[in-house]
């Protein structure tokens, strides 16, 4: 399944199945608003940056975060 993901500017990152656009979860764990998220090119992980200088990483699999730095 593909997804998509959005950090509006907001600690949560709300992530959207994209072929239907339908809503799948939100991630939260950042104490601060989302500055940059990436998703790699093999679509298995996403990575998010905020304003709290933390980075997060999260396998496609999973719903929580599996470290952050």
């Known amino acids: ?37 990436d998703i790699s090119s093999d679509s298995t992980l996403l990575v998010s940056g905020s304003a709290d200088k933390n980075i997060k990483v999260i396998p496609k699999e999973q719903r929580n975060w599996m470290f952050h730095i």
């Open 1 to 37: 399944m593909t997804w998509m993901a959005s950090c509006p500017t907001t600690p949560a990152i709300q992530v959207f199945y994209l072929d239907s656009l339908k809503f799948f979860l939100s991630l939260y764990g950042h104490k601060l608003p989302v500055l940059c998220m």
